[in-house]
Structures are given as C-alpha cells and as structure tokens.
C-alpha cells in the first residue's frame, strides 16, 4: 500500500509543525462541497464536506522531493479520500478507525514537487451511512451553540494538507487490557445482616480498543467455566458475576476480539469470595454535640430527625457503635446507617434516625456517642415490619400498614385499633381523551422494603396506572415511611412518564385518592391555581394555601402547596381526594407570551403536558395529629466538625471570622436570590427548586444550586440553606433529569438549561439548520428569538454532586439512585472511543465520575477517568493551554476566523477535575500537567486587574467566572510552589468575591468553588 497512516495528537503536531514541514491549512484550499468550520470548537481550523464528491485542492509549492500527507479526523463513519496529483492517483486514504482522533496519513514514496502541480483531496459521492450509536458510541459534543453533532456527527473533517522532509512514523493502535481488578460485592454490613448463601463479584477493566467482552470464571483447582458476557462493545467495563460461593478462591479471565478480527484474551487471575476484614476506627469512645432547631411557632413532639453525619477518615469503623444521649444523659433509641465510606474503610457518612421533642422557636442538644468501645442499648420498639408472600405489614404501635402485591397503590389499607382507618390510596390518571387509568388496577411491579429498624421503616412501592382496556398511561413510585409510635405516615409519591412512543404525554388530571369515613357529609375543596390565586368553596382569592385536609378523624398534608400550584384538596363524605395535578381551564394559564413561556409552559389547553422521562416528586403525610405540622428536622453537628471532617470536600468554616467580608457579602447575595424567587414569582410545580435564567429559559440550577447551598450550611450552620439545597437538588433529580426511555441512551441525561426546563415544548422553524458562521442568516434569527427551545443533554452542563450531598445528608435514595444512574451514563457510553472539544467538556465530566468514585469506590468510574486523563494529556498543546478554535461568545470579533486559544475558566474547570483525579492517584503527568495549564492561565490571561475572558483580544476582563480559574491555580500552587502562581491568589480572589452575585447562575459558579478558595487562602497565611 502507498499510503500510510499515523496516530497520536502529539506524534502528528510534532510532525506537521516541524520547521522542515510546509503546511497548508485546509481553510485555504479550493473547496467543492466542503465548507470552512469558523463556528466550532475543533482543534484546529479545520472545513468539513457539505456534499457528496466534495473536494479539496490546492497548487503544490516548489519544494522538491517531499511525502505529500494530510490530517483528518477519523469520524464515526467509514471514509475515503483519494489523493491525486495533476489528476493522477497517488492513492486512497481508508478512514476506517472510527474512533474520534486526528488521523495523518501519508503517502510513502516521496513526489519531486516542482510547484503549481495541483494537488486534489477527492471524496466518494456516496453520502454517509445512517449513524448507529451502537457501532462506534456517541458522537462526541461539538459545542451548545453548534448543532451537527446532535444530528449525527461530523464526516471528512480535514485540518491540513502537509509536505514532509522525512516520512512521518507509522504506528497502530494500541489493543490492551488495562486497569483489570474483581472484587466480591457485599451489602453495606452495618445496615443489614448478610446470610446469602451465594455472593457476586464485581469485574472491571478498561480496553484501548471499543470491544464487547465476556468473561470466564470458575472456581480455582476446577474446570466447570462459566460465562458472563456484555451486551454491547464498551471501553469502560464492569460485569458482575452472580451466584458465586462464599469464601472460595475463584480464577478468571477476560476474552474479546481485537480490532483486527482476532480473539484475544487476559491471563489467568485470581480473586477471593471472603468478606473483606471489618475497618478499625481509632476512636475508641468520642462524644459529638448534634444541634436539633425547631424553626415553627409550634413545639414539635416526638417528630422525626433523619440527618446525615460526616467523619473524619479513620475515626469510626461501624455505625453500630454508637449512640444517643438526650440533654439529661438518657439514652434515646436510635437507628443508624452508614452510607458512605472512606478509603480505609472507615465510616465517612453514618445516617442517624431518632425522635425528638423541642420546644416552638427552639433548640435542643444532643450527645452522640461513638467509637470501637461504644454500644447501644437495645430498646424496645413497637415498629414491627414482617413479610409474606403476598404482601408486606408495617406495625407502628398506634397504626397497622398493609402493603399488598395484587392492588397497585401506596398501602392496601391502614388500620388503627384493629379496626380500617384508611381504605386503600387510589392514583386515578385521567388522559386527554377523557380515559381514567387506576394504580388499583394494576399489579405491583415492585415491593420492598428498602430500610427497617427501631425507629424507622420504609416500604418502597412501585407500579403504573391502568384503564379498562388495559392500557397504561404513566407509572408510580411510593416510599411509605413509619415511624415508632406515631399515629401518621409520611408518603413521597413519584409520578414518572414512560410512554416513550412520544416526547411528550398529555393528561387532564391527576388524583390521589384516600378512603376515610368523614362522618360528614360536608364538601369542602380548595385549589391553588396561580401562586397568587386561590379558590375555596368557588370562592376566589389571593392567598397562598397549606396543603391540610381533615375528613373525620383522618387528616392530610400535602408539603408545599402552594409553591407546587396547580394543586387541589377535596374532603368530603367519601374520603379525601388529592388533586397532584387537579383539573384545569384552558383559560386559567392564557398569559402573555413571556409569562406562558417561563411559568405555564406545561399547561396549555386544559392539558399538562410532561416530556419522556420526567418525575416529580410530591410529599404527603397522612394520619392524625399533624395539623401542627411534622416535617422532620434536622440534626447538625458543629461547622468547625462539618469542615474538619474532609466529607464536603476542602472548606473552612464561616463562622470564625477570618473572612468577614465574604462571609457577610455571601449572606446578603443568598437573601437577595430567595427574595427573587418571590419577586419573579419562580414557583410551579415543574418550577419550584428552580431559577429562572431569563430569556425564557430556566436555569436548571446550572452550577449545582444544591450543592452550593449544602456546602454554605455546612460552613454556617443555617438552616435556610440546607433547605434551599433540598428544593434545588430535589427538583434538579426530578424534572431535569430523563429516568426513563426506550432509548436506553438517553436514560440518565440532564438536560442544559432550556424553555421548560426539558426543552422541546416549543420549537423554532429553522433550530434544525447548523449554523457555521456568525454571518449565517439562520443563527442571526436564531440569536434574536431568544431562549433556547430544544432540550440537549450534555456533560457541559451536568452535575451530581447535589444529589450526591442531599443522599449522605438525608437518606434519600432517590437521589443517590440518580447520581448513580446519571453517573453510568458518562461512565460508560461516553467513554467509547472518548473525545472532547473544549475543556468544561473534560473537567465536568473528571469532576462527576471522580465524586462518583469517592462515593461509591467502584474502580469502574475511577476507570472512566482514566480514560478522561489519557485524552487530556493528549491533547494539551505546548502552550499548555489545549487550544481549540475559539466558539460564538469566547471570540468576539464580528467576522469570521475565529481566534484560537481557550476560555480562562474552561480550563479552570478541567484544572480542578484534574486536581480531584490527582489527590486520588498520586499521578505526577497530571500534577505536571496542572502547573502548565495553570501558568498559560497566569501568562496569558492575567492582566494584572483581572483575567481576560478569553484568547479573543477583544474578549475583555470578567471577574464573574474567575472561580474555576482561581481554585485550579490553588491547586497548582501547592503542588508546585511557584510563587508566581501565589502571588495572583490574593488580587484574583478579592475580584471575585467583590463580584458575588444574586442571580442564580452567577451565585452557584462562584458559591461552588468559593469555600475551597477560602480554605487554600486560609493555608497560604497559616
């Protein structure tokens, strides 16, 4: 063959760069269906074929004998290029790698170029195969703002044609096994008592190449083999062997076939099935200080505390030892979890469950006692949970719950006394044509108890709504909490639309409806419409209403009502009916077209209309004696333990003066955000938790909202924060994020900030058509309608550290089940054949599979980042900048080209990426690669006054989006010690604090990274 090929970014720069090489960027040729990319952000100016046939051509210098070649990248789709000179082949370049990399090839016997000979880049008039994610992986992201990679890709991406002095080298790629561990998988053993006569294991390992793998396993000094085999070609792998014995010495091996076609296989390992020895915490008897404030006018009584405490690594080996002391010394019952765990294996999340009296207004101390000699008493508890095979009871002492498998719902019936207090709960789903769907009409599809001890159980239920002809129109997830002695139960309803034949489902209502003897037979309903409308009884006003409900001895709350509008509560001779999505008119949500946009987007026409995927979360307490409210409360360890113990990461407390002026400029930016929620009236019950971006869009707390407020209350104390950080994180898991589709590619996406959050509830005619230019007529009108209408997902724009804060903080499973659903989506498909375009791509995605990692200890994520790191370092210029084409809003020039360079804090947000796979591997590329990255920032972008925003000279100071920057220089600095990097700290850091900001993005950029910042100045002046 007379053509060969080389890979490598760096091998291929180094070559096209060299002072003996002529190049001649593919911008400059002749283009015949290509067309000049200036709107992207590849990484280098590059054009990219329209047509079929399309060609490229240019005269040849006067340079002698020289191996004519040329860079492409090496698409998802099969490719050809034919490379003629004068018309006369001189062979055909075979892009068939498919794996997202620049590609050079080049011809390999030298040509005598004497100049003016042309030189023509000829491609098929076949146009490009169908793309099929399943081949090859996702297309890699281009940018927000450029739309071919949503519609299939990029195909015949030139960069450059080149004339060498020396043949460049050949090389192939890489096919190894890389990064393989097995490990057993047990369950958390502090939580449950594990007799499973059979254990599985977990396998993990990475392949250079997009492989579909199977492994066997059998037990050692045997030859009975077993096979588990994947489902789809990956490079990030985890299978999970089941069934296996206990306490067994098992051999294994990985077997696939190469990207030649032929099979290849690991070695023989080995693993063990035996229980991994219990971690020893040094603390053998500490005592911690847990606050419980009850912020209602009311004094609460035997209410729920739920809260999640950190710990330093290496103090507490198990949660079961410890326990709880009241004010006066008594030991109060308590029921622990653990729910994360250091490296060590010492305890880092443990959850604690007890219930506390405290007076209105107040507070109350408790004493947690923990460490190796600490045990607890074993209380009597009237919470009896027991199991059959057709269905689950929950015994509280004063209630008696019965969950059955043959009647869809949250309980089959409730009794008090031994007599029926609450008949069986009903979601009646009625569809836009009039058709009801009942969950009691459906099969459970699940029935579990998900956590059960002295104080606390939870039964999740799961199942969908089903009319008379059989067909179903949503589904429902239900965790019926009870606790010990209380006469209620707390009920989280989740509604999720998986009808995925369509985008979007339609209903006119829905209801959840209770059996309960009124003894009356008063009717008395109330409806939140609006925010600031309300009608009672027909009779219309403007107050803001409680979600309370009494029929006879039974009463409701319905938490956050009214913020959660359209909402309803009917209780009548028959019960109590709960409109979750009651009834509506048409002409209730006619607004003007801005207000449509931002608030009633979802309810237009009389109908609700949710998009695939979407939940929403409501909760519910049912029973008696709430009417003077229930809601759990919180208890908090100290600031001074929350930042000492490591578990929120590197953050130093807000209560000890050293920054008084952050502190307090903090404060008032986070009152001014909450009084904005009023103001703008940014409530709705696809809204509520939310801010609105402005031009029409919805913010879809980008940042991470929650996990900004979660690390303020862990450095103050106060608890409005904890309690914005629930709103934010719980809407974010529910709405913003795709639980559910068909598509099982889709399944974990969140969505960037869009028009109703998840986009696609109205369109603009021309949104389909790329735009490749700033003097494209279609992005013009595209800028000037405003707000972005489609609903993307993209790992620019994702974050899970919320969820992750609101599980170890509260318990909620849900939310960890999502971090970790979301987090296998990046981990997994979007590491095949991995690439990224500008470096918020790379560092969000290192920050998620890292936090997932630190959460987990499952290597596979660790592995993802592994491959993250690899393309990286690839991909790092010598400028140390990883310089791309610069996109719309980072190169401000009217005119195309565009500049080229990077955005400050895009690289900023790798850095720190960077900075969290470092910590946790100790690998000195990376630290190498941090210092380089950061002194480009320094060199380059410092001004002295301020970072320019980007590369672009006329992209000008902004102070707004330095944090990133600042923290990834923190980082460096330590690592380095160069004291250029230190003396930028301290002027950077007053701009962006002077800069804090009320609006939501803003707020939640600088809030994510500000009390790191503050804990690197803290050690700078130690």
């Known amino acids: 063959m007379n053509i060969q090929s080389t890979w490598g970014a760096k091998t291929i720069d180094r070559a096209v760069d060299s002072p003996s090489t002529i190049r001649v960027g593919a911008s400059d040729m002749e283009m015949d269906g290509f067309i000049d990319d200036t709107f992207g952000e590849y990484r280098q100016r590059s054009v990219v074929r329209r047509e079929p046939g399309g060609s490229l051509s240019f005269k040849a ?26 018309g006369v082949k001189q062979g055909t370049a075979v892009v068939d790698g498919n794996i997202q990399r620049e590609r050079l090839f080049t011809l390999t016997e030298p040509y005598d170029f004497r100049g003016e000979e042309q030189v023509r880049l000829l491609t098929p008039t076949d146009g490009d195969d169908e793309y099929d994610p399943t081949l090859h992986g996702p297309v890699r992201e281009m940018t927000p703002y450029y739309s071919q990679w949503e519609k299939g890709g990029e195909s015949y991406r030139i960069e450059c044609a080149a004339f060498f002095a020396e043949l460049p080298p050949e090389n192939d790629l890489p096919s190894d096994f890389m990064h393989i561990h097995a490990e057993p998988v047990f369950d958390e053993t502090d939580n449950d008592v594990d007799d499973a006569s059979t254990v599985s294991a977990r396998v993990t390992w990475v392949t250079t190449w997009d492989a579909r793998c199977r492994v066997e396993c059998w ?11 994947e489902t789809g070609s990956e490079a990030n792998h985890r299978v ?41 915490g040094k603390s053998a008897s500490e005592r911690l200080t847990l606050t419980v404030r009850n912020q209602a006018d009311l004094a609460l009584h035997a209410s729920p505390v739920r809260s999640g405490v950190p710990f330093p690594e ?89 969950c059955d498998r043959s009647k869809f719902g949250p309980f089959l019936e409730i009794s008090r006394g031994g007599e029926k207090y609450i008949d069986c709960a009903d979601v009646v789903v009625t569809g836009a044509d009039g058709q009801k769907y009942h969950s009691t009409s459906a099969r459970v599809e699940t029935l579990e108890v998900e956590e059960r001890g002295p104080v606390h159980c939870i039964v999740r239920v799961e199942g969908g709504h089903v009319s008379e002809d059989g067909a179903s129109l949503l589904r429902s997830v239900f965790r019926v909490h009870a606790y010990a002695g209380a006469g209620y139960v707390r009920v989280d309803h989740t509604f999720e639309n998986d009808n995925s034949e369509r985008d979007f489902a339609d209903i006119a209502s829905m209801y959840l409806r209770i059996g309960a003897d009124s003894g009356s037979s008063e009717t008395r309903e109330t409806v939140q419409t609006h925010d600031d409308r309300s009608v009672v009884n027909g009779q219309v006003g403007d107050e803001r209403l409680r979600g309370y409900g009494r029929a006879g001895d039974v009463e409701v709350d319905l938490t956050d009502f009214w913020q959660q509008y359209p909402k309803s509560l009917r209780t009548s001779a028959d019960g109590i009916q709960i409109g979750l999505c009651p009834s509506i008119d048409a002409s209730d949500y006619r607004a003007d077209e801005e207000e449509e946009y931002k608030l009633y987007f979802y309810l237009r026409d009389g109908l609700y209309r949710f998009r695939e995927g979407m939940s929403k979360t409501h909760t519910i307490y049912m029973g008696e004696e709430i009417e003077d409210g229930v809601a759990p409360m919180t208890a908090q360890a100290s600031v001074e333990w929350n930042c000492a113990s490591g578990a929120f990461g590197e953050i130093t407390p807000g209560t000890n003066g050293r920054f008084p002026d952050y502190e307090k400029r903090m404060e008032k930016v986070f009152g001014e955000y909450l009084e904005d929620r009023d103001t703008d009236r940014d409530y709705g019950m696809l809204n509520y938790g ?66 109703g959050h998840v986009g696609e509830y ?41 969820f992750l804060l609101h599980y170890f903080l509260t318990g909620d499973s849900r939310s960890f089940q999502t971090a970790v659903e979301v987090a296998d989506r990046y981990a997994g498909e979007h590491t095949r054949n991995y690439d990224f375009t500008n470096c918020r791509n790379n560092g969000w995605h290192l920050i998620l599979t890292m936090e997932t990692y630190r959460a987990t200890g499952d290597p596979f994520y660790l592995n993802a980042s592994r491959i993250i790191i690899e393309r990286t370092l690839d991909r790092q210029t010598e400028d140390g900048a990883w310089k791309r084409m610069l996109a719309f809003g980072h190169c401000m020039c009217e005119h195309p080209p565009r500049h080229m360079g990077n955005a400050g804090f895009m690289v900023g947000i790798l850095l720190v990426g ?71 700290l301290a002027p950077a850091t007053k701009l962006l604090f002077d800069d804090l900001d009320r609006s939501g993005r803003l707020l939640s950029a600088q809030g994510r990274v500000s009390p790191n910042i503050l804990y690197e100045l803290a050690r700078l002046d130690a």
């Not at 210098?61 to 004068?86: A, H, K, M, Q, W």
């Not at 037990?219 to 085999?229: A, M």
């Not at 990255?933 to 100071?957: M, R």
Request: net charge negative; glycine share 10%.
């Open 61 to 86: 210098p006067e340079c002698g004998p020289r191996y004519l070649g040329f860079v492409i990248f090496d698409s998802v789709y099969n490719e050809e290029v034919e490379v003629t000179i004068d």
């Open 219 to 229: 037990v050692e000094g045997t030859n009975e083999i077993r096979v588990f085999e």
């Open 240 to 280: 999970v062997l089941s069934d296996l014995v206990p306490d067994t010495s098992y051999c294994y091996r990985i077997t696939a076939i190469h990207r030649d076609g032929i099979p290849v296989e690991t070695t023989v390992q080995t693993f063990e099935t035996s229980r991994p020895l219990a971690a020893l």
């Open 314 to 402: 290496g103090a507490l080996g198990s949660s079961r030892t410890m326990r709880l002391l009241d004010s006066s010394g008594n030991e109060v019952m308590l029921q622990t979890r653990t729910l994360g765990r250091w490296p060590d294996g010492t305890v880092k999340w443990a959850l604690v469950d007890f219930r506390a009296g405290v007076d209105a207004s107040s507070e109350a101390e408790y004493t947690l006692e923990y460490g190796s000699a600490v045990s607890r008493r074993m209380f009597e508890t009237p919470l009896r949970v027991s199991e059959d095979a057709d269905g689950v009871t929950v015994e509280t002492g004063r209630l008696q719950i019965r």
């Open 690 to 755: 939310d801010y609105f971006a402005g031009n029409r869009t919805w913010g879809n707390t980008e940042y991470d909202t929650g996990y900004v407020a979660f690390l303020q209350w862990a450095r103050t104390g106060d608890l409005k924060y904890f309690e914005e950080a629930c709103r934010a994180s719980i809407h974010h898991r529910d709405v913003d994020t795709c639980h559910v589709s068909l598509d099982p590619g889709r399944i974990g996406g969140v969505y960037r900030h869009s028009i």
């Open 762 to 802: 109205y369109s603009y005619e021309d949104r389909a058509a790329p735009a490749v230019s700033l003097d494209d007529e279609a992005f013009k009108k595209r800028s000037q309608t405003g707000g972005v209408p489609w609903g993307t997902f993209t790992i620019s724009h994702t974050w899970i550290d919320g």
């Open 914 to 984: 960077m900075k969290f796979y470092h910590q946790t591997t100790g690998d000195e590329r990376v630290a190498e690669s941090i210092t380089r990255g950061a002194k480009w920032l320094i060199d380059v972008l410092w001004k002295g006054n301020g970072f320019q925003y980007t590369t672009c000279p006329n992209s000008g100071l902004k102070s707004e989006d330095m944090g990133q920057m600042i923290t990834g220089l923190c980082y460096a600095w330590r690592i380095s010690g160069d004291e250029r990097i230190r003396d930028v």
